[in-house]
């Protein structure tokens, strides 16, 4: 069993995949070729955005973003403290500070209440200026943007909506990549709409921001390629990777309703005897993982223990929350810190889940979860009665 089945959806792909690859071969157009402005306009217009700028990651688009909006030294960007570590890790090259925030247990994604509380404890702490607000959309749910959009007005600060896992995800049928003042993607293979290689992209209604992102991608380019007015960066998307995103982007919809049906498969097999992903009503996901919270460390270890036993992957995402990386043991934090993240990299454990997923393989997956779950309580039963 796979625990993201890249392959399959190649094999299914395949005619569609293969020629596009092989037509960017035979143009001689490799780099900002006719491939990545057409994809640039099916992204935008996918997303509801008026411009949509690719580049090489999502981590670059996060930064590109921040570099647009002139964020730097002495400017805090509030980060969720429960994320990949590119989140945090696009805020330091530009100079700027990340700030961890506490998550919501249900959903996992940014915790509006201590939002509110790191910003105040960033105020009177005095040495940061509060700037911008980076929402995750972490595991294909989107973030609190209703919650978040009234404090970022409050504070008058920008969000940037960190849609790396988020594509296809929608807020009654507003999509991801639509929330933030600008939002960015990831086109990692493994993320819901992925490339053959590296991949991102930038989303936003401000013409402004997005003649800077443009540039900013191109070494800080002015009117031609050779005047460069702004220290940038080399960061394209491939023509190559455009053309498959092409071809991946027209079956997406398709594998966002599959991947949807997996995920209700799961829920409805293992709602009762752990806890599963919560939905708010009105939000869409698109699963870019499928995690469920077991009761202790000792019982997820055992769980995933018990998984490969039967030949299941499963990972975890994320084991160690951000704030207490090496990378940022020097950073200063507000002293409440983020005892809701700290219990979730704990807890947590993420199942095989993608839009190729038969209804065999989640029913092993479910049934394994029953017997070790059964077998732990059934155990802490016999010690309760002797
Ligand atoms: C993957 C990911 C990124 C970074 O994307 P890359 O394309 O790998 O640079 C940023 N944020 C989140 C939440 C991610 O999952």
Not at 95 to 111: K, L, M, S
Not at 170 to 195: E, H, M, Q, Y
Not at 324 to 340: H, L
């Amino acid at each position: 069993m796979q625990f993201r089945d890249l392959k399959q959806q190649y094999h299914t792909l395949k005619a569609g995949i293969d020629k596009a690859i092989l037509d960017v071969a035979a143009s001689g157009a490799y780099v900002m070729g006719p491939a990545v402005v057409e994809l640039e306009r099916m992204l935008a217009d996918y997303v509801g955005t008026r411009h949509c700028l690719s580049c090489a990651s999502g981590t670059d688009a996060l930064m590109l973003a921040l570099k647009a909006w002139g964020i730097g030294h002495g400017d805090a960007v509030f980060v969720p403290d429960f994320t990949f570590f590119a989140s945090a890790e696009a805020v330091s090259p530009v100079g700027a500070t990340p700030v961890f925030v506490d998550v919501d247990r249900e959903t996992f994604n940014i915790n509006p209440a201590d939002l509110e509380n790191k910003i105040q404890a960033t105020i009177r702490e005095g040495e940061l200026l509060p700037k911008v607000i980076m929402a995750v959309d972490l595991f294909g749910l989107p973030a609190n943007y209703p919650a978040i959009r009234t404090i970022a007005d409050n504070h008058h600060l920008l969000i940037l909506e960190d849609g790396a896992q988020g594509f296809g995800g929608a807020v009654d049928g507003k999509r991801c990549c639509s929330f933030g003042d600008i939002s960015t993607t990831s086109f990692f293979p493994g993320k819901p709409l992925g490339c053959y290689g590296d991949g991102g992209a930038c989303f936003t209604d401000n013409d402004e921001w997005a003649a800077l992102i443009d540039s900013y991608r191109m070494h800080g380019k002015g009117a031609s390629k050779y005047e460069n007015v702004r220290i940038g960066m080399n960061s394209r998307l491939d023509t190559i990777q455009a053309a498959i995103l092409q071809v991946k982007l027209q079956a997406f919809d398709k594998e966002l309703a599959a991947i949807n049906k997996a995920a209700a498969e799961y829920t409805a097999r293992l709602a009762d005897i752990v806890e599963t992903p919560a939905v708010p009503a009105g939000f869409r996901s698109s699963w870019a993982q499928y995690t469920i919270k077991l009761n202790s460390n000792a019982e997820r270890n055992g769980l995933q223990a018990h998984l490969k036993g039967h030949g299941i992957p499963s990972m975890v995402y994320y084991p160690c929350p951000l704030h207490r990386q090496m990378a940022y043991r020097n950073s200063w934090q507000p002293e409440s810190g983020c005892p809701v993240a700290d219990n979730l990299c704990d807890t947590v454990l993420s199942l095989p889940i993608h839009p190729y997923i038969s209804l065999g393989e989640i029913t092993d997956v479910c049934n394994a979860i029953k017997t070790f779950l059964q077998r732990e309580n059934g155990h802490q039963g016999e010690s309760g009665q002797a």
